[in-house]
């Protein structure tokens, strides 16, 4: 499944599927990019994050795709998992602005057993 | 093991009240911050300290006041002039050069 950021709040995936969650960001001065995962009354969990010298990292499982052309962020969750239930949103910050990050509303990802 | 507390889970505030929620870190972050979640919308800052003894107001410190006296800590209390404080409050720290922000579990806020 695949979601469009803000116009698309929930997504709802079989368990084992590949997840996609999208994000537009908003400043092309934005050069270090966060995602973060978090669960029903509890704090955000960082996941993984990019700098726009990079267009692709990956992580266990997950992998965060940057395309600063059209300035969309994405993140791909492979083999979700129930616990992979959650709101994932995406943060951006200018280099060495570490105070001025700007954080999206997320995305809800209900995992289907 | 290394992190940063919040207390209370929940704070109720009748009117008029004034409220202080408390942030911990044990992580030797120089900076803090705090924020505030409301459904539906993204992270807003509410204020951030850099150093011991300095902070500085976010997007959103109507309301809100915050001491930086320790390292570790950064309480914020919801004064009275904060007239719709109904919200899950969330503190975070980084340790700059780095931006990388890690938060607490939170703190969610309901009036009487």
């Known amino acids: 499944g695949e979601s469009v950021g803000l116009h698309l709040p929930t997504l709802s995936v079989q368990e084992g599927d590949n997840s996609i969650i999208n994000c537009a960001y908003s400043n092309s001065a934005s050069d270090y990019f966060i995602w973060y995962k978090q669960e029903s009354g509890k704090g955000p969990q960082f996941i993984i994050d990019?700098?726009?010298?990079?267009d692709k990292r990956q992580g266990q499982r997950v992998t965060v795709l940057l395309n600063k052309t059209v300035k969309h962020l994405s993140l791909q969750i492979a083999a979700t998992q129930p616990g992979d239930s959650a709101v994932y949103f995406c943060?951006?910050?200018?280099?060495?602005?570490?105070?001025?990050?700007?954080f999206g509303s997320g995305t809800k990802l209900n995992v289907k057993p | 093991d290394g992190g940063i507390t919040q207390s209370p889970k929940y704070l109720f505030r009748k009117e008029g009240q004034n409220v202080t929620l408390s942030c911990e870190q044990n992580?030797?972050?120089?900076?803090m911050y705090w924020y505030r979640q409301d459904p539906g919308q993204g992270l807003r800052l509410i204020y951030y300290?850099?150093?011991?003894?300095?902070?500085q107001k976010g997007d959103i410190a109507e309301g809100y006041s915050v001491s930086r006296e320790k390292k570790e800590s950064f309480p914020l209390t919801v004064t009275s002039a904060q007239k719709n404080p109904t919200a899950f409050y969330l503190c975070a720290s980084s340790n700059p050069p780095q931006e990388t922000q890690y938060f607490g579990p939170g703190t969610r806020l309901l009036v009487l």
């Open positions: 300290s850099q150093i011991v003894n300095d902070f």
């Open positions: 943060a951006e910050n200018k280099f060495n602005n570490f105070n001025k990050f700007y």
């Open positions: 990019i700098r726009s010298n990079m």
């Open positions: 992580l030797n972050h120089d900076a």
